[in-house]
């Protein structure tokens, strides 16, 4: 059993942080446990200079009287966590002091919740704003344990997230590793050996342990600094003083008692929204945003063992000019199924990249419709055609999102003897029941006549074998009437024909009933073509040649 630990030290400052503000919170914490360095910003494409760039704002999280958590940028200027709100203004002029809001904090800490779904069904809340995953059976689905860290790592970092991570054999022992982390108390944050856990947790502070706020006192009256000191004390004494808990605590996270969890739960529908604190003009800056809300649809569809085979994407306007709609949606359907991150950000960036906003957009909203069952592809040691269907689908649908759909087209076989209308073209789709070539329904019977008897005269041929298929690939878009010479058609040279009659009369019921004789012709050089004769009035017309 392996459980990865997500800790985020900084979920109260980002949940209620400007979203598409430059200087998103990524990279290191500082030694303090509520600061972090300065760090680089960054622009999101195509998002027009905020006023808060040109006054250089910074932003903290603050109470009535002192900071509580500081951005990058004012931890750069100065500002610490317990400043008081008069000296952190001080230090930094264009400090924007935000109050917590704890219903926008739990709706982030789900958000990321359900994107994590898709590494594990088994996602727990745990205190301090961490979540733990229980991943030992999907390790080698993932490449194993450093790429599947290196994945999770990318998720929260896409959702906006500053993360620590620590992985452990257990839910505890990889809580405290991320605790460690987070504070700068250990370097060792992976560990994959319940006794290796055991001398690692030993050597860490029991200021780390989630009873230390509640105990810190007597704690340090006995003299216990590590989880070693405390686990070495007599067992009796720690049970009369600190009740049971604390000694189940540390049996848990060593790994010698059982940790039964609760998991989060996946909603049966999905509908995510996100609330843009900065105006957006441009539609190729909205996936900047809506990366987040792919994220989580992604984790929901593999919670529910789902693919995904369109989506709507709900824009809010700013209502700056009095002609504007008040939302407006883009709706993206493809061919095959899919629950692949990567492929619906790229199909939904190539619509955003051919899109023109009526309005400034101050909100998103994500719909997923048309959910399908998701098949899983089987493994075999040699490739099969069919294994290339998805990548060939996948190839379609981007040309299709590049060009528009209506320029990617498929063939198919219809149900109809006359040839002209025996195929169609159709917006092309991978679910779509392909009908083999086959010879239609109910083939008229084919007869000979005397006519076609008697225009057997002489004409001097190659010895060249019939076509093997008995109608050309090559067919006219309007069949091409024939002049007749000595009662022999004419095109550019005089026509012998070579079969017997194949009488095709249908169409009466739609009103565009056709009676036709086809026969298989050559003339003296050796070319083949494929003509009829109709049974009222015995015009010759061409349809089509063999190559």
Known sequence: MLWIAVTLPLLPLEAVRPLLLPGPLVGQLPDQPHGHPSEARTQPPGVPDAPDAQDSRCYALADHARVLIPDPDAFALGVHAGNTRAHALALAPGLVLLEPDPARETRAFEALALALLAYTPKVSFAPSHTLLLEV????RLFGGVRALLAKVASTVADCGHTARIACAPTAWGAWTLAQARATRVSRRWRVLKETTLACVLDTLPVTLAPFAAQHDHALTQIGCASLGDLRRLPREGIARRFGDGVLTWLAQARGEAPDPRVSFSAPPSFRAELELQARVESAEALLFAARRLVMQLAGWLAAQHAALTAFELRL???????????????TLAWAAPSRDAAHLL???REKLNQTELAAPVIGLALVASGV?????????LFPMPETSDASIAQLFE????????????QLFVEDDHRPERAMAARAYRSSARRTAARKPRGQPQTQSKDAAASMQSVLDLPDMPLPSQPRPAWLLEKPLKLAVRDDRPVYRRPLKTLTRTERIETGWWDGEGVG??????????????????ERIGGQWYLQGFFG
């Open 346 to 348: 790229w199909l939904l």
């Open 136 to 139: 030992g059976s999907g390790l």
């Open 316 to 330: 809010e306007h700013e209502l700056a000019s009095r002609h504007a709609p008040r939302t407006s949606s883009l």
């Open 398 to 409: 981007r040309i299709g999102a590049r060009l528009g759909e209506q320029n990617v087209l």
């Open 516 to 533: 036709r004789d086809y026969y298989v012709a050559a003339d003296d050089q050796g070319r083949m073509f494929w003509l009829y004769r």
């Open 372 to 380: 399908t069952e998701y098949a899983v592809p089987n493994d075999t």
